[in-house]
């Protein structure tokens, strides 16, 4: 199974147990080793609560699976053979429950506010580098308004880092090296925290928060002259 394949079952599973809920943004990340990740960012329009759908298991262990599981058709308990290994895997793919390879929580609502408004400023763009040998492939797909998309290879460039922010946060999630991968860029755990930081703030009372500083203006002391020195300079311009 390739890549394509494994991001499309596993959206296919996760629409079909999320057939009420709108879809805010795709993520798929493809590693040259087969430790691929597909991610999903939901909202209900009922309540207005956003759900984090993500991949359990990557596809190079999910192609082992799938080899087991044929190994197993042709084999009996004793490990004797006793029929024909599939000759595609259409067959195994169809029989395979993709539900189980994914998890479904509930997703912070002042981080998917934030995503939101980052979405609705990128809509209609396709920001996408090309693609390069040797490196991991993120894609970002947002469904919000007229759409976006960002693509890259390996570390983000300056015109995906949003995205790179955004998948920052939605990383937290997931555990091993697609963790690692999608949080190693410094420049977007920066601009998360700066992101994180503005939400801390918004939600701050008015009163508990810092004054402005006036700007400095610097002080100009003008000299000072008293009666006596007025009378003194007088008579000196009369000499």
Same mark, same amino acid.
């Given at each position: 199974m390739d890549a394509t394949r494994y991001f499309e079952e596993m959206h296919r599973a996760m629409a079909a147990q999320k057939t009420a809920s709108q879809l805010v943004l795709t993520a798929c990340y493809q590693d040259t080793a087969g430790s691929d990740a597909y991610l999903e960012l939901r909202r209900n329009p009922a309540d207005g609560s956003f759900r984090i759908l993500y991949s359990t298991m990557g596809r190079s262990d999910l192609n082992f699976q799938l080899f087991r599981k044929g190994w197993q058709?042709?084999?009996?308990?004793?490990?004797?053979?006793?029929?024909?290994?599939?000759?595609?895997?259409?067959?195994?793919?169809?029989?395979?429950?993709?539900?189980?390879?994914?998890?479904?929580? @509930?997703?912070?609502?002042?981080? /998917? $506010?934030?995503?939101?408004?980052?979405?609705?400023?990128? %809509? =209609?763009?396709?920001?996408?580098?090309?693609?390069?040998?040797?490196?991991?492939?993120?894609?970002?797909?947002?469904?919000?308004?007229?759409?976006?998309?960002?693509?890259?290879?390996?570390?983000?460039? @300056?015109?995906?880092?949003?995205? /790179? $922010?955004?998948?920052?946060?939605?990383?937290?999630?997931? %555990? =091993?090296?697609e963790r690692r991968a999608l949080q190693a860029c410094p420049q977007a755990a920066r601009l998360a925290a700066q992101w994180e930081t503005e939400i801390a703030f918004a939600k701050t009372p008015v009163l508990l928060r810092p004054a402005p500083?006036?700007?400095?203006?610097?002080?100009?002391r003008t000299p000072m002259r008293n009666k006596s020195w007025q009378s003194i300079l007088t008579v000196m311009r009369t000499m």
């Open positions: 058709l042709c084999h009996n308990a004793a490990g004797e053979l006793t029929g024909r290994f599939p000759s595609s895997a259409e067959g195994l793919i169809a029989q395979t429950d993709f539900r189980a390879f994914y998890r479904d929580e @509930s997703f912070d609502p002042d981080k /998917a $506010a934030h995503i939101l408004d980052t979405l609705r400023r990128y %809509a =209609g763009q396709d920001i996408s580098a090309s693609a390069q040998q040797g490196g991991s492939r993120v894609t970002m797909t947002s469904y919000i308004q007229g759409g976006a998309r960002w693509a890259y290879t390996g570390t983000p460039d @300056s015109a995906c880092l949003p995205a /790179a $922010a955004i998948l920052y946060w939605l990383a937290d999630q997931l %555990a =091993g090296r500083r006036r700007p400095y203006t610097p002080y100009e």
